[in-house]
């Protein structure tokens, strides 16, 4: 597996370090888990299951992958996506048909780039744009709550990454734009010229930028107020991009916020500063027309990046969710891809009441090898983590996980931080990618005090999770399960299940878990038997829904270590 860059990862004999290092809290030596491998097996939804020749299935990046955007540089193109506070962060996705997708990178891998602090799961970083320009790419972002507005630049776009050029501008969503003459401005979301006359009252700004100074211009140009009509008072204009194609610039952007209101629209101009004129038919995406009860709902489209293939055709990336309920779903806003028609000289991704199709016509591209996104076990035999793990927030001088050198197994310190923390817990997770999926490792743990917990956690927000995994209890070892579906309840969850653990199961057990939809099904044995133990069915699962982190994230699912004393 491929590595994270430049990151010196701790070896084996950290890891003996790490377990006969003290805690303070306790006194005690920090116990450590070693799980040998991670299984995942999702099922994709029928609809999107029954392809034809020549067409693909969405989404083609399933599971949190939030606010994409994309670039083609010969025939290779590149996306980025948010990620909030997990890390690494902003992954790295390389793709020559614009369906199959592998990812190559995190321009955002090295503690020393940025620090995403004590800060929730959907602060940090939010809504990347990649552009290419020169020999040069180039990533704009916003990290809220650590930093603000920068961009950083790589030779390749799998890595390194330079560290963050801070750049002195409000607002979010920023774009690079470079025109033909050379000029290059960020187009961006911030406050109105104004006092705002109501809630989600924004406005979409463009600004010079000296590229090789890293300097912004003095100066900023409104593009719009509001959005495409003013009097019905639109919310959240947001996620700008600029196009130049023929002799006029068009500028699209999302509108409406990002829950089922979410569209996309689009203006244009014959200069880049405009004036900017909103397109005959808005928005140019958009689900929230659609009557509810209809099969394979799509909901939340919208911040949406063009590209144009090398034939002339057009092409949209987009974010979208694939709700089991109302607005719920456990795999967060997901990217799409849909050609983008044009007429009388404006694109059009959807025709009003379109319904987001489960499958479509391929692009008239070479097939490419992906990453296999259904299924994937990790045994943890590479010297380095594969690029699509994350933790929370900056790792900083905390070597609380390591991989074995001598046979494959990933371990973690069990240290008093809570899964609901805004600390880093020892926790590294993938994306759940689908309604249908199931989660499996083996982990063998020896608890040392009441609280002492390891096994498997499913994490949308520091405020909702659920966990499985061996526990030390008041009364004795026990498979527990524990929850939090709220900031009402305990940083480390409070326990809903449990199965007491007889004394002679000293080794390895093996969790499973299966989550479909709202429900989740947990099971358990000693690694080696024969037969799965049930320790609950038909637990509910919508707490991870993406409702309840304010429909920013997804869920991760993956290893945890913890301990008594967890601090909140």
Same mark, same amino acid.
């Given at each position: =597996?491929?590595g994270w860059r430049?990151?010196a990862?701790?070896t084996?004999?950290?890891?003996?370090a790490?377990a006969?290092?003290?805690v303070?809290?306790? $006194?005690?030596?920090?116990?450590?888990?070693?799980f040998d491998?991670?299984?995942?097996?999702g099922?994709?939804d029928?609809?999107?299951s029954?392809l034809?020749?020549g067409?693909f299935?969405?989404p083609?990046?399933p599971?949190f992958?939030?606010d994409?955007?994309?670039v083609?540089?010969?025939?290779?193109?590149y996306l980025v996506?948010?990620?909030f506070?997990w890390f690494p962060g902003?992954?790295v996705?390389?793709?020559?048909?614009?369906?199959? !997708?592998?990812q190559i990178?995190n321009?955002?891998?090295?503690?020393?780039?940025?620090t995403i602090?004590k800060?929730?799961?959907?602060?940090?970083?939010f809504a990347?744009a990649?552009?290419?320009?020169g020999?040069?790419?180039?990533?704009?972002n916003?990290?809220i709550d650590?930093?603000?507005?920068?961009?950083?630049?790589?030779?390749d776009p799998?890595g390194p990454?330079?560290?963050?050029?801070w750049?002195?501008?409000?607002?979010?969503d920023?774009?690079l734009?470079?025109?033909?003459?050379?000029?290059a401005?960020i187009?961006?979301?911030d406050?109105p010229?104004?006092?705002?006359?109501?809630?989600?009252?924004?406005?979409?700004w463009?600004q010079q930028i000296?590229?090789?100074?890293?300097? =912004?211009?003095?100066?900023?140009t409104l593009?719009v107020?509001k959005?495409?009509?003013?009097a019905d008072k639109?919310?959240w204009?947001?996620g700008?991009?600029?196009?130049?194609?023929?002799?006029?610039?068009y500028l699209?952007?999302a509108?409406?916020?990002t829950a089922?209101?979410?569209?996309?629209t689009?203006?244009r101009?014959e200069?880049?500063?405009?004036?900017?004129?909103?397109g005959?038919r808005?928005p140019i995406?958009?689900?929230?027309?659609l009557?509810?009860g209809?099969?394979?709902?799509?909901?939340?489209t919208g911040h949406?990046?063009?590209?144009e293939?090398v034939?002339?055709?057009?092409?949209a990336?987009?974010l979208?969710?694939r #709700?089991?309920?109302?607005?719920?779903t456990?795999?967060?806003?997901e990217?799409?891809l849909?050609?983008?028609?044009?007429?009388d000289g404006?694109?059009?991704?959807?025709p009003?009441?379109?319904?987001?199709? #489960?499958?479509?016509?391929?692009?008239?591209?070479?097939a490419f090898a992906g990453?296999?996104?259904?299924d994937?076990?990790?045994?943890?035999?590479?010297?380095?983590?594969a690029?699509?793990w =994350? =933790?929370?927030?900056?790792l900083?001088?905390?070597n609380w996980w390591s991989?074995?050198?001598?046979?494959?197994?990933l371990h973690?310190?069990?240290?008093?931080v809570?899964?609901?923390?805004?600390?880093q817990p020892?926790?590294?997770?993938k994306?759940?990618?689908h309604?249908?999926?199931?989660?499996?490792?083996?982990?063998?743990?020896a608890p040392?005090?009441?609280?002492d917990?390891?096994?498997?956690?499913?994490?949308?927000?520091e405020?909702?999770f659920?966990?499985l995994g061996?526990?030390r209890?008041?009364d004795g070892?026990?498979?527990?399960?524990?929850?939090r579906a709220?900031d009402?309840? #305990?940083?480390? $969850?409070?326990v809903?299940?449990?199965?007491?653990?007889?004394?002679k199961?000293?080794?390895a057990?093996?969790l %499973?878990?299966?989550i479909r939809r709202?429900?989740a099904?947990?099971? !358990?044995?000693v690694? $080696?038997?024969?037969d799965? %133990?049930?320790?609950?069915t $038909?637990v509910?699962a919508?707490?991870?829904a993406?409702v309840?982190?304010?429909l920013f994230t997804?869920a991760?699912i993956g290893?945890?270590?913890?301990?008594?004393?967890?601090?909140?």
């Amino acid at each position: =597996m491929p590595g994270w860059r430049n990151i010196a990862w701790p070896t084996s004999a950290l890891v003996l370090a790490l377990a006969t290092a003290p805690v303070a809290a306790q $006194g005690a030596a920090a116990p450590v888990a070693r799980f040998d491998y991670v299984a995942y097996s999702g099922t994709p939804d029928a609809e999107s299951s029954a392809l034809k020749p020549g067409e693909f299935a969405n989404p083609v990046l399933p599971g949190f992958q939030p606010d994409p955007s994309v670039v083609r540089v010969g025939d290779d193109y590149y996306l980025v996506n948010s990620t909030f506070s997990w890390f690494p962060g902003l992954p790295v996705y390389h793709s020559r048909d614009l369906v199959h !997708w592998r990812q190559i990178g995190n321009a955002i891998d090295r503690p020393g780039q940025l620090t995403i602090g004590k800060v929730g799961v959907t602060r940090g970083l939010f809504a990347p744009a990649i552009s290419h320009h020169g020999d040069r790419f180039y990533i704009v972002n916003t990290c809220i709550d650590c930093g603000g507005n920068f961009i950083i630049t790589a030779d390749d776009p799998a890595g390194p990454w330079s560290d963050p050029h801070w750049l002195d501008f409000g607002g979010i969503d920023p774009s690079l734009f470079v025109d033909n003459d050379g000029r290059a401005w960020i187009a961006y979301n911030d406050a109105p010229p104004g006092p705002p006359e109501y809630d989600g009252h924004r406005a979409l700004w463009i600004q010079q930028i000296d590229l090789a100074a890293m300097k =912004m211009a003095a100066t900023r140009t409104l593009l719009v107020d509001k959005g495409v009509v003013a009097a019905d008072k639109p919310v959240w204009a947001e996620g700008p991009h600029i196009y130049k194609v023929g002799r006029f610039y068009y500028l699209t952007a999302a509108e409406g916020g990002t829950a089922d209101r979410h569209s996309q629209t689009i203006y244009r101009a014959e200069t880049v500063t405009g004036p900017y004129v909103a397109g005959p038919r808005n928005p140019i995406l958009t689900q929230r027309d659609l009557p509810e009860g209809r099969a394979w709902p799509v909901q939340a489209t919208g911040h949406a990046d063009f590209v144009e293939l090398v034939d002339g055709s057009w092409w949209a990336v987009f974010l979208a969710t694939r #709700p089991y309920a109302g607005q719920q779903t456990n795999l967060g806003r997901e990217i799409f891809l849909l050609p983008v028609a044009w007429k009388d000289g404006w694109p059009e991704i959807l025709p009003p009441g379109a319904a987001v199709p #489960p499958t479509a016509r391929r692009p008239a591209l070479p097939a490419f090898a992906g990453d296999s996104l259904d299924d994937w076990r990790d045994e943890f035999d590479d010297s380095r983590l594969a690029l699509d793990w =994350m =933790m929370l927030r900056t790792l900083r001088g905390r070597n609380w996980w390591s991989l074995s050198d001598q046979r494959g197994a990933l371990h973690l310190t069990a240290r008093p931080v809570a899964a609901g923390s805004l600390d880093q817990p020892s926790f590294v997770g993938k994306r759940l990618r689908h309604h249908d999926a199931v989660i499996e490792t083996s982990v063998a743990f020896a608890p040392q005090a009441v609280g002492d917990r390891a096994g498997l956690l499913a994490l949308t927000d520091e405020n909702h999770f659920l966990f499985l995994g061996r526990e030390r209890l008041a009364d004795g070892d026990a498979i527990v399960v524990r929850r939090r579906a709220g900031d009402g309840e #305990p940083a480390d $969850g409070v326990v809903t299940g449990r199965v007491a653990l007889a004394d002679k199961v000293p080794g390895a057990i093996d969790l %499973q878990v299966r989550i479909r939809r709202d429900k989740a099904d947990l099971r !358990w044995r000693v690694h $080696g038997a024969a037969d799965w %133990q049930q320790l609950a069915t $038909g637990v509910d699962a919508s707490i991870l829904a993406t409702v309840g982190a304010g429909l920013f994230t997804g869920a991760v699912i993956g290893p945890h270590a913890a301990r008594a004393d967890a601090a909140p």
